[in-house]
């Protein structure tokens, strides 16, 4: 007779730090809390971990007796014993405790130690779940290219590049699942790859009544972006569309390297919008709700000039937006297509195109009928996408998987 996730804690592997002011920490966190609520305990193995409940207070998640978070810490032995030592060490420990029958992990941290977990499934005796959020070869393929000035940096980046692709085909067709934040991530990884049997197309989720519910936290802003501001996520559109958004203003709520923050207020300056555009820096998710609301137009950037944006992503800040029920202007692109249909749930933008851009927001801006339309319908399709919808449907994946 088989046996369900339930009757064994689900190891998830982190392999980072929370909080996490990137996406990843907001995906690991809600994934683990929700499979909690969902009647699956989780052992989550973080770096450097705080206790539970000072890493889910950020994130306004509740603490579950069924999540349990453990740190790693790296410093005393891998002087002797080398890169990734304390990890499997840590790791090696949870196993013979726990007994785990799932071990989940994504991100490249998770993908260094896939093989460590593919290795040792006969002596504990557990299935090796993946989350791909992209082929991460791929990404730092192109991040290469995007670095040539730099030589030594691009030289890094491919030799990771290099190391990712070979791990990727040794470990992919054998992985017991693998779950993808989108379709094209799947076909991607399959045709570059191979796909294990069990494979699991799976969007992101969102904190729904959060996001639907928030009450503004200041003043209305005109057009709003919120979240990383790295070279696809398209900032640099926005930046040039303001120059036809006479009457508009503009608030980027960015988060990013110093050097990527400077580069694009220099750019704000030299393109003569500064009277137009407010850098709001970092802001904590817990606030992101609030900062929504205030918004009439919420924008989603995403560039087309690298795979990650036209194939894998599945952003999460349109999610957020869209349980917002604000008014939203996307790229046009396959993987914000398998998310929001054109005129539907959001106005789209042809890629990269700031003039594209520009008409997009102007034609909400002018329409608030027509934008609170748009922002009704995303808000319906959205309400099906909760981080506990999700979780059930991975739950069952992971049942499959075991049922082998």
Known sequence: MSRTVADF???YYGGFKLPDEKARGVHAIHTCASLARAGVPVTMLLRDAPTAADALAPYDIAPDDRLEIVG???SRVRRWLG?????????ARVMRRRRPLVVYTMDFPG??????FLRSRRRYGHRVVFEAHNLTSVVLEEEAERQAADAERAAHLRRRAAWSDRTERASYPHLDGLVTNSRGTLAAIAERCGAPQHALALPNGVDVDRFRDAA????????????SIDGWKGVETLI????????????IAGFGADALVDEHRRHIADAGVGSRIDWLGYVPHRDVPGLLARARVVCVLTSGRSREGREFTCPMKLLEA??????????????IRELVQDGVHASLFEADDPKSLARAIRGLLDAPDRAAALGRAAGEAVASWSWDARAERLRAFLESVLAR
Not at 111 to 116: D, G, H, K, Q, S
């Open 111 to 116: 993908l260094r130690m896939t093989p460590t």
């Open 240 to 251: 040039d569309a303001a120059h036809d958004l006479d009457g508009a203003r503009v608030a």
């Open 72 to 74: 790693v810490r790296r």
């Open 322 to 335: 869209m349980a917002s029920r604000r008014a939203i202007v996307a790229t046009d692109l396959p993987a």
């Open 9 to 11: 804690d689900v190891l």
């Open 216 to 227: 503004p936290t200041g003043e209305p802003i005109d057009v709003l972006y919120t979240g």
């Open 83 to 91: 890169t990734g030592a304390a990890e499997r060490v840590a790791i």
